[in-house]
Structure formats: structure tokens, C-alpha cells
């Protein structure tokens, strides 16, 4: 039978210890939301039991000389294990066109990356939520010049399946000789699979995280801020995207049928209220800095 999975990852690792029961309980309750309307078994992959599967794998392994975190933090900390290491927060956004099929435009590039220029990246590990095409761990590892054979990947999720005729990010990534670390594994097309936090609905019932103008767009590329793989429009009024709302997805729409305006407005409603458990420690935070006028 197939899976549609999903991962609670870093929704829930970067959220307060306190507040971590409550999100893995709405990943519960969309769980039952979704099984309704999908002929796949639905399956919730719990961060915490992958987490500590990855640590011990990470202690098992080759000591490296620098940890590269595209979870902006969250995995190096939550791991806890790497000592004097140096970590780097570093990462890339996947952009995406706002049309039909949001097809993938290119990565915007999270963190110092100048930064590398004095840490020994000559074996590294790079963590990751999850790995399943393996495509921004080779960007990455290009732009860094990182010598595959050397290279640690942890994740706590990698996908050892097929994209059609592809391999799926861990068998990708192994061919090329990089170590492979995983706290869970999937197998597509089989399992297809989508980030809890990616059902959050923003303020206005937004389905978007953020929002980019083709000329936003243009300046930071410009900036080389922005890595542009499918080639900007010269002119229009084209908009992008970072992390729709999974319910946008074409894959998602292809296996969970969201057709009447009730079962809309429900996960519209659980939307809303994953956005406010998942970041109140934001808002928090934020509001004691104002009153510390920081």
C-alpha cells in the first residue's frame, strides 16, 4: 500500500520542549484530516525517534572538522554531539514560479557563506530535515567545492526510492561516494511525503511563506543571493514563491482529494492553528525584546 507521509522535523525540534507535544499532536489530528480523502495508509514520521537514530549514526562515524546546518541551527543543536566543531548555519530555499505547476525556479541562499572561507571543510557533514531528491545537498556541495568522498550527509529523513527513472536523494548521493546518514527512511513512488510545517496558513489566509516580484527576484540575483536554474522571464509580471502551503502541491492534490468547501475551510482552520503553536515562541520572543528595548 502507499504511504503519504509526514514529517514533523524541525516544526517540532525548533519549537520549546513544552510546546512539542502540542504540534505532534496536530500532525495527529492532520493525519486523520487527510486519511479520509486519500487511499494511501498516512503516516506520521515522529522527529525526535529519527533524531536520536541520526546520533547515534553521527557517533558511529568518522569525527568531521565542520558541520554545515540547512536546518538554520535547529538539527546541530537538538543533536548535541559535535563538541568543538565548528557549525555553520548555512542553506538554500527552494523558489518556485507561481503557476499551474509551481515549477521549481532556482534556490535562494540562506546565511553567511562567505563564513566558509576560514573553517577546514575538507570532511564535513551536512545536515538536512530530509534528503529526497539530493539535488540542494549537490548545490551545496558544489558551490563549497566539497569533495564528495569526504562528505557526511546526516537527515532525518532520505529517500532510497526511484524518481522515474532517478535515483532518489540517498542512492544519488552514495553513487557520488558520500556517506549516507539517515535517522528514517522512505522509498518513492511508493511514499510521497510533505514537511508538517508546510500546512501552516499565514496572516490573511496566506498559503505562502513569503512572496517575490520577478524584480525582487532580479536583484537578488544580482546580489548572488539567488541561484536562478530555470532562467527568469525577461519581462511581465511573473510572481515566485518560498514554501507554498502543501495543499497548492500538485503531488498533494494528486493523492488527497480537497474537492467541497468544508473539508477547504477544515484545513484551512488546522492551517491557522499550526501556524500559531509552531511560532508562538516567535512571537514571544519578539514582544520580550521590545520590552527590553533590544
Not at 135 to 151: A, H
Amino acid at each position: 500500500m502507499s504511504r503519504l507521509l509526514i514529517f514533523e522535523d524541525s516544526a517540532v525540534l525548533k519549537a520549546p520542549v513544552q510546546n512539542r507535544n502540542r504540534i505532534s499532536e496536530l500532525g495527529r489530528q492532520l493525519a486523520e484530516l487527510i486519511s479520509g480523502r486519500t487511499s494511501d495508509d498516512v503516516t506520521v514520521i515522529r522527529a525526535e525517534d529519527a533524531l536520536n537514530t541520526l546520533r547515534n549514526r553521527i557517533l558511529e562515524a568518522q569525527r568531521q572538522t565542520a558541520v554545515i546546518d540547512f536546518t538554520d541551527g535547529v538539527l546541530s543543536k537538538e543533536l548535541g554531539c559535535f563538541d568543538d566543531i565548528p557549525i555553520l548555519n548555512l542553506g538554500l530555499s527552494r523558489v518556485k514560479k507561481l503557476d499551474d505547476r509551481l515549477s521549481g525556479q532556482g534556490f535562494l541562499l540562506r546565511g553567511d557563506w562567505n563564513a566558509t572561507t576560514y573553517i577546514d571543510l575538507s570532511h564535513p557533514l551536512l545536515l538536512d530535515d530530509v534528503n529526497w531528491s539530493g539535488r540542494s545537498i549537490i548545490e551545496v556541495m558544489n558551490l563549497l567545492k566539497i569533495n564528495p568522498q569526504n562528505c557526511l550527509v546526516g537527515n532525518l529523513t532520505t529517500n532510497w526510492g526511484l524518481f522515474g527513472d532517478k535515483k532518489g536523494g540517498g542512492n544519488l548521493l552514495q553513487n557520488m561516494g558520500v556517506t549516507v546518514l539517515s535517522g528514517s527512511n522512505v522509498n518513492t513512488p511508493e511514499d510521497d511525503g510533505f514537511h508538517l510545517e508546510d500546512f501552516c496558513v499565514y496572516s490573511g489566509q496566506s498559503l505562502f511563506q513569503r512572496k517575490l516580484s520577478l524584480d525582487e527576484l532580479r536583484t537578488l540575483k544580482q546580489k548572488g543571493m539567488f541561484l536562478d536554474q530555470a532562467g527568469l522571464p525577461k519581462n511581465g509580471s511573473a510572481e515566485f514563491v518560498i514554501n507554498p502551503n502543501n495543499l497548492l502541491m500538485p503531488s498533494f492534490k494528486k493523492r488527497v482529494t480537497i474537492s467541497d468547501e468544508e473539508a477547504i475551510k477544515a484545513f484551512l482552520s488546522f492551517g491557522e492553528r499550526l501556524n500559531r503553536e509552531i511560532h508562538i515562541h516567535d512571537e514571544l520572543n519578539i514582544e520580550t525584546r521590545t520590552e527590553l528595548n533590544l
